[in-house]
């Protein structure tokens, strides 16, 4: 089979992942989103740094050279599900994944444009316009159901607000992870070390609020799988999509991700979002599309 078909089935399996953690998380309700979060980033976090241990062991000395990226990378990956999952607690599970997912790469091309003078490009300020479009028109109709304070606007707000806060921590944690492996540190022993530390940050979390999990089944088993599959699974698999393809071409696959999880919040979860909403996600998705479309560099 071709490398390349077989590195987007990879892709493809990673973002049907990682689309539905918010309706999993829904399937548990006594778990709050801090649990969800250290649960889902904490054991799956640790168990990627498990995996890459012998990476990990081998790069100490080019870890201890790039501690403020590691340290820094590692504090943004456990500010990011806590901000991740109360934007879907908010906002729902459609509008909070669209969000978080959306602005992602409008703040990955930013924190490189403020932080390496990188150009941007016309192509990413028309992505911008029109994500930033979509989420306006997400912000104007808080009308997703959810189980908290479903009609409140300031709710949905502070969810969207939330939304871009994992929005921007996870292109944060990608920036410091690749100039990390810029710096001659191998993808494993980057990516491990700082999941595995972001994951050390949320287990206090995950003993103070991690008690409803063995309380129940249902609680137990939910928390199992956002560790070991979309956090654990989801990212192995991202890992070796990326051997074998471009990673602009992963990057338009994983748009799959918030329409998996928009879809499932509104079959399995049943969450109302009017037609405005979702020409917002429509614009929202839309904008990723630009972005990741592969073309000539015209910087402005």
């Known amino acids: ?8 089935g990879y892709v493809v399996i990673a973002a049907l ?19 969800i979060a250290a649960v889902a980033m904490g054991i799956g976090g640790l168990l990627q740094a498990l995996l890459a241990w012998s990476a990990i062991t081998t790069s100490l000395s080019l870890l201890a050279k790039q501690r403020r ?14 901000a ?52 306006i028109l997400l912000a104007q109709n808080p009308h997703s159901t959810t189980h908290a304070a479903s009609d409140s606007a300031i709710h949905f707000i502070t969810g969207i607000g939330l939304g871009l806060v994992a929005g921007l921590t996870y292109a944060f944690y990608s920036w410091t992870a690749r ?17 595995g530390l972001g994951g050390l940050l949320l287990l206090p979390l995950l003993v103070y609020t991690g008690a409803p999990l063995v309380h129940a089944w249902r609680n137990a088993a939910v928390g199992g799988y956002m560790a070991l599959f979309p956090m654990c699974v989801g990212y192995l698999c991202y890992g070796a999509g990326l051997a074998r393809i471009k990673s602009s071409v992963a990057t ?9 999880a928009a879809l499932l919040a509104v079959m399995v979860l049943n969450e109302a979002l009017s037609p405005s909403a979702w020409l917002g996600i429509a614009l929202i998705v839309g904008s990723l599309g630009v972005i ?9």
């Open 179 to 195: 100039n990390m492996m810029m710096q001659g540190m191998t993808s494993r022993a980057a990516m491990g070390a700082t999941f």
């Open 252 to 260: 338009a696959i994983t748009l799959l991700e918030p329409v998996v």
């Open 292 to 300: 990741a479309w592969p073309t000539r560099r015209i910087t402005v």
């Open 17 to 35: 992942l990682w689309g539905t953690t918010g309706t999993a998380a829904r399937l548990a309700p006594a778990l709050s989103p801090i649990t």
């Open 69 to 82: 990226l590691l340290v820094s990378g590692a504090c943004a990956v456990a500010i990011y599900p806590l």
């Open 84 to 135: 991740f999952y109360s934007a879907m607690d908010f906002a729902g599970v459609a509008v909070g994944t669209v969000v978080s997912i959306g602005s992602a790469p409008l703040f990955s091309a930013f924190i490189e444009n403020r932080l390496e003078r990188s150009p941007l490009s016309k192509q990413w300020w028309l992505g911008a316009i029109i994500g930033v479009s979509g989420i």
């Open 1 to 8: 089979m071709n490398p390349s078909t077989i590195g987007n």
